[in-house]
């Protein structure tokens, strides 16, 4: 019985993207930017990024055209509430079924 | 050292000799004088530790949490409701492998509110992954303390030591005091695996899904199943180690011997009586009193109740006619929950003895000599049919 190991079975692990699964599955709603529309993408200046600042999950990218990881994007829906130039559209996941994604 | 003493104090003292480095609890009663004594051992310096006052059970469970995580050696104590409004921590514990001590001061839980003594308390805590070790006079209670300690850190599991309230907690006994540097070479420093350190962040217990994932590395890491697997497994080991704990405990201290159940005139009896806690000692008097009668009588004392002793009590229980199983708590809607577990251990056995099943003490209610004697001749004379159901002792309307 056993192996004197005992406790060496538990949920420890080292940080990092992805420790937490490809939380990207559970998405049903895509967030999708309007690059026209999109303040630093519009500008060309390093202003705004609300998006980055709210995503509870991080997948935003604090850069010129932000980007989102959709391997782990959730879906929730944030970015899109507090985007303050209606950039970003929420579409249903099922639109994208045909892109071999 | 012999001392005269409460079971608190004896419940103090064991956890001051186990060097515990941060207490975090919350008074209630019966408890409550184990809290103030282990607070009067750091204000005083007795004791070199990090008392940390609470406003309620469930943050005192959480401070422990966190400072076992740390890698301190975390203790606490509670009774009663205040062992239910930190019920989510105490599975938290477990599942998080938090070598956490707590004492349990054995009371009633309300409604109607009571502050007398009877089982309900940790025994509604049974399934939370939580080792119960159950005491039956104050020797037993800070013996018990220090070994688990050493149980918990060994497993990686945490450690209830359950004392009836007032019968033990506020009554006077000698016991001895086990020699300071004597625990210290029986319990070494805890050393965890891991401590939270800003240095080197890790994930603890974080969303665990269903199924098994890969980590950041690539390996497959475990889920949840896994995760509690490993803990039923380990529960299961630990019959094992506190066999050898109680051995060492023996070697240096001179006591010990039935880490797993204290049987007393179990070896010719046809019949056994089987409980936890003080009660098993209140018994003794009783089965002398049948054995004049001719009655072989004999009563076994269950010291750990998780995980269950199921084969070391087999082994004292296999040869006898009857089992009496005496209980402070129910599982309502259906019986005692030791009963069922007596029963469930016995199953394999081929000729197996009878099983009874009293209630009794709920509440605080007297338990009276005399109705134990009743009870437990009239199992052993009158019937020996099956009675399947729970029967009360003390009931007086
Ligand atoms: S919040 Fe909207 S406008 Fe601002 S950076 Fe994000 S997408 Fe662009
Ligand atoms: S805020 Fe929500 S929807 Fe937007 S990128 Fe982050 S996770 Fe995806």
Known sequence: MGNGKYGSVKS???????????TGLWRVLRPVIDLEKC????TDKMACFNCWVYCPDGVITKTIQ?????????????????CPAK??????????????? | MHIIETGNVAAATGVKLARAQVVAAYPIT????????????????????????????????????????????????????????????VHWAAGARLPIVMCVANRAVGAPWNIWNDQQDSISQRDAGWIQMYASDHQHIIDKVIQAFYLAEKMKIPVMVCYDGYLLSHTYMPFEIPDEAMVDSFLPPFSPDYALDPGDPQNLNTVTLPDVRENIHGDLAPGYMEIRRSLHEDMRCAIVELGEIDKKYYEIFGRGGSPYVEAYKCDDASFIAVCLGSLSYHLRDVVDALRVEGIKMGVSGIQI????????LVDVLKSAKGVIVLEKAISYGNQGALFADVKAALYPVKERPFVHNYILGLGGREIKTIDLYNALKDSCTASEAKVDTPRWIGLKL
């Open chain 1, 39 to 42: 303040i630093p993408a519009k």
């Open chain 2, 305 to 312: 109740y998780r995980p269950f002793p199921d084969q070391a």
């Open chain 1, 87 to 101: 950039a970003i559209t929420m579409i249903e996941e099922s639109d994208f079924k045909n892109e071999g994604e």
């Open chain 1, 12 to 22: 420890h692990s080292d940080p990092g993207p992805g420790d937490g699964g490809k």
């Open chain 2, 30 to 89: 019966p408890q409550t004088p184990l809290t103030e004594k282990l607070s009067e051992f750091v204000e005083s310096g007795k004791m070199e530790a990090q008392y940390i006052p609470v406003e309620s059970e469930h943050s005192a469970l959480s401070v422990c949490i966190a400072a076992a995580s740390t890698g301190a050696r975390a203790f606490t104590a509670t009774s009663s409701n205040g062992l239910l409004y930190m019920s989510e921590q």
């Open chain 1, 66 to 82: 932000p980007v989102i990881d959709y391997e782990y994007c959730k879906g929730c829906g944030i970015c899109a509430e507090e």
